[in-house]
């Protein structure tokens, strides 16, 4: 992936939380990146996120259990659905639910 998708990928995170993403939205937004991005690269994107909004910083190690966490159990249908269309909402292609 290269930078720039990576950094179209955290304006689109920034646009759909403008005040950062409350805690309650972190599990399904882990997993809608996980559905369509490298680990490394949701790995990238995370830190950027977190970086930015002041959140506080992760190591690669955390965020890749947290991916893993993610990975082995998915969310409530509900909460990826309220995720998915908070980012479609400000132009993210790629927040559509898997099928």
């Known amino acids: ?10 304006s689109w995170v920034h ?6 993403v409350p805690q309650l939205d972190y599990f399904p ?3 809608l990146l996980a559905r369509s991005l490298s680990e490394d690269e949701v790995v ?7 970086r930015s909004t002041g959140s506080g910083t ?4 955390e965020i890749h259990a947290a991916i893993h966490v993610v990975t082995a159990q998915e ?4 909460e990826i659905l309220r995720v998915a ?6 132009g993210w292609p790629l927040a559509a639910p898997a099928r």
Do not use: C
């Not at 992936?1 to 955290?10: A, I, K, L």
């Not at 992760?58 to 190690?61: F, T, Y």
């Open 15 to 20: 646009e759909g939380y403008p005040h950062g």
């Open 58 to 61: 992760a190591a690669r190690a």
């Open 44 to 50: 990238k994107v995370a830190q950027s996120v977190l």
């Open 75 to 78: 969310p409530d249908p509900e």
């Open 29 to 31: 937004l882990l997993a």
């Open 1 to 10: 992936m290269s930078q720039r998708v990576v950094d179209n990928v955290v």
């Open 85 to 90: 269309s908070r980012l479609a909402s400000v």
